[in-house]
């Protein structure tokens, strides 16, 4: 059964770094989305990305945010400068099975760690 | 605003037990998606049901079933003869109907299943 893959599975980085977390989406997908989840607490949406732009974004992606989907095929999260708050279960999701794309299914989630 | 709210922060049950997770909405749309997902210790999401709003009729598949209650904004999930392999966090979430529309999720219901 096609799924979302991610890479890798577990990051840790130092405060300041960057980091770019990979996702590859399933193959006839459209939808591409990008959420987090601070340990423990809910899943909160980060942005999504059609038609090779950004659909929506949250308050929570602000600048330090980017997104790409380099090659057709890989969709990336790029955290310029990570500070502390950034520790979180990094979830992509794809959708596109359905006619309006609101099917999400998730890979299995990076967790980042910022010391 | 959308918001999707689930009370039960933890609910604990001894194999075999029948459980009902609660999941309450709010939204001005009056077209909309209700997705539960079950999060086990791995971390991962996993995709249980998706149901659209025109639809009310309850699902079963297998030990779950789900209730639909527009009346009441509410989208309770069930679990039939519980077993151990069910501990996990479980989430509702809710999305508008259109495309490419984000997922707003619950906080999650911690269900412990003990032999």
């Known amino acids: 059964e096609p799924e979302v893959t991610q890479t890798p599975s577990h990051q840790v980085t130092q405060m300041g770094q960057e980091v770019i977390l990979r996702c590859v989406p399933i193959?006839?997908?459209?939808?591409f989305y990008w959420y987090r989840q601070i340990l423990g607490q809910k899943v909160e949406f980060l942005v999504s990305f059609y038609n090779n732009e950004i659909s929506e974004k949250s308050e929570i992606f602000d600048d330090q945010f980017s997104v790409e989907r380099p090659d057709g095929s890989n969709f990336t999260l790029k955290i310029r400068s990570t500070k502390l708050e950034d520790s979180a279960m990094y979830f992509c999701?794809?959708?596109?099975?359905?006619?309006?794309?609101?099917?999400?299914?998730f890979g299995q989630g990076t967790r980042l760690t910022v010391v | 605003a959308q918001k999707v709210t689930q009370a039960q922060t933890e609910i604990s049950v001894v194999e075999k037990e029948d459980v009902t997770l609660d999941c309450v909405y709010e939204?001005?749309?009056?077209?909309?998606?209700l997705f539960w997902y079950k999060q086990p210790p791995s971390g991962e999401l996993v995709f249980l049901i998706r149901r659209n709003s025109f639809d009310e009729q309850n699902e079963i598949s297998g030990r779950y079933s789900w209730n639909f209650q527009k009346s009441t904004s509410s989208f309770n999930f069930t679990i039939t003869a519980s077993q151990v392999v069910d501990s996990a966090v479980y989430f509702c979430?809710?999305?508008?109907?259109?495309?490419?529309?984000?997922?707003?999720f619950g906080t999650g219901t911690r269900l412990q299943v003990t032999l």
């Open positions: 193959s006839n997908h459209l939808y």
């Open positions: 979430a809710l999305s508008e109907r259109r495309t490419a529309s984000k997922l707003t």
């Open positions: 999701a794809s959708g596109g099975g359905g006619a309006d794309g609101t099917e999400a299914f």
């Open positions: 939204t001005r749309d009056t077209t909309y998606y």
